[in-house]
């Protein structure tokens, strides 16, 4: 198992350009995250999906998209990029335990270093 | 809102312990998740704690007062590797693992 991969690793985009950051897994969970997170702070949620063509928003998420493509996939679309929006964006998903219930175990992928210009 | 309050920074040598506080404000109270992360990493699972006391697993134990709205990380004799970013984070709702993050704080073991 790969667990949660993310593509790209790295990205660099210049201020109004557009780019999708992938986010793939292969747990078979129901629920999938993205974060962002900025030198000394905490991970911020800013869209989640608890199932396939769900999507909701989460604390930061304007200037954001997200699509549930399926089950396995979840991916976070900048329309036009700002630099306010340089940070490391990281995917996580979540799935239910042995006794049915939603698990309060994420796992993360190793993050997209994103740097706005 | 919520709020959560961690040490920014903590050192300790190998060997010892370390206890890593965080206070919390939220509504809607599940649970207290603490996560670490190395340098450059992914953040990885460490514990959880939905009811009060403390949960053991090898080196680590996490405590739970919802009460006084308080937890803590308890890392027993710490090894360098140890060296990491520490973060609580809330769970808010039972249906959905929303978390949210402490800023973390910044383990650093000398030998």
């Known amino acids: 198992n790969a667990g949660v991969t993310q593509t790209p690793k790295f990205q660099v985009l210049k201020t109004g350009q557009s780019m999708t950051l992938q986010c793939a897994q292969d747990?078979?969970?129901?629920?999938m995250y993205w974060y962002r997170q900025d030198p000394g702070m905490g991970l911020r949620l800013i869209y989640y999906?608890?199932?396939?063509?769900?999507?909701d928003k989460g604390e930061v998420p304007n200037g954001y998209n997200v699509s549930r493509l399926n089950k396995r996939e979840f991916s976070l679309r900048l329309e036009s990029a700002a630099p306010s929006q340089t940070s490391v964006y990281f995917c996580a998903s979540s799935g239910y335990g042995s006794s049915g219930s939603e698990s309060y175990e994420q796992y993360f992928g190793p993050g997209t270093r994103l740097t706005v210009t | 809102g919520q709020s959560l309050e961690q040490p920014s920074e903590v050192t300790a040598v190998e060997g010892a312990i370390v206890q890593i506080n965080c206070t919390y404000q939220?509504?809607?109270?599940?649970?207290l998740s603490w996560y670490q992360q190395h340098d450059g990493g992914a953040p990885t699972f460490l514990s959880y704690n939905a009811l009060d006391g403390l949960e053991e697993t090898g080196r680590f134990s996490s405590f739970l007062s919802r009460s006084d709205s308080y937890g803590y990380l308890l890392l027993q004799e710490l090894q360098m590797k140890d060296s990491a970013s520490y973060f609580c984070a809330v769970k808010r709702g039972s249906t959905l693992g929303r978390l949210y993050f402490g800023r973390g704080t910044q383990l650093t073991v000398w030998p």
């Open positions: 939220t509504s809607g109270f599940y649970g």
């Open positions: 747990m078979n969970h129901n629920s």
């Open positions: 999906s608890a199932s396939e063509g769900t999507t």
